[in-house]
């Protein structure tokens, strides 16, 4: 039998569990509503923070997706804070119904990794990528090449979760982190990468190809 604290992830059962405890105490009072909103919430937090495994697509030069979800942008902008170069970028929401939990899009080390405070505005507008509540994690590639993953609360998510530190090593398509309830995720690639997605394209994290970086002859 599959564990089930590998299907679900943190803090998962914090939401789960209550909801449970409401279906039971509906069974025991004989109260239909109790069982009913108990059933409804314990299932719908399960299904929200399921955590299924991924197969991570082989290549040095493949960059995967780090979120579920639909593309919203593919552009080019100048990232100072972190960067401090032009970036190609993909943006990525994620509604309800998307897996919530979040991967390294390269295999790499994680250079750095910060929060910032800000408001809850949709994460569908351009601007969240500034106002939003945010955790950005700056990230090296096993031949040097650094990528920006940030993690943008939306109007219903209130809280993100990181799994990684500085220093820490993660393969490709590893869990780095979660957002509960609706957002988006922005990652920054080196300028040379090859775009293989588009605004409107659903992707899944760490199985999805988003973009490929070629390397010079030597």
């Not at 300028?191 to 999805?208: C, F, M, N, W, Y």
Request: hydrophobic letters at 45%; charged letters at 20%; aromatic letters at 6%.
């Amino acid at each position: 039998m599959p564990n089930i604290q590998k299907l679900i992830a943190a803090p998962g059962p914090r939401f789960i569990l209550p909801m449970a405890g409401v279906f039971l105490l509906g069974l025991a009072l004989n109260s239909t509503l109790l069982t009913l909103v108990g059933l409804l919430g314990a299932g719908f937090f399960a299904y929200f923070f399921r955590d299924p495994e991924r197969a991570v697509p082989p290549g040095e030069d493949v960059i995967v997706s780090p979120a579920d979800g639909k593309v919203v942008l593919a552009d080019e902008v100048r990232e100072d804070k972190f960067l401090g170069r032009t970036a190609k970028r993909v943006g990525i929401f994620m509604n309800v119904f998307d897996v919530h939990v979040n991967r390294s899009p390269v295999a790499g080390t994680v250079v750095t990794s910060g929060h910032q405070a800000g408001c809850y505005k949709p994460a569908q507008r351009p601007e969240v990528c500034q106002t939003n509540e945010q955790q950005a994690t700056l990230l090296e590639s096993e031949d040097g090449q650094r990528l920006l993953v940030v993690q943008i609360a939306g109007l219903l998510a209130r809280r993100i979760i990181s799994y990684v530190q500085p220093g820490q090593k993660l393969a490709r398509g590893e869990r780095l982190g979660l957002i509960c309830f609706g957002s988006r995720v922005d990652v920054y690639l080196p300028p040379e990468a090859e775009l293989l997605v588009k605004a409107g394209d659903r992707v899944q994290a760490g199985t999805s190809v988003l973009a490929r970086l070629w390397q010079e002859a030597a």
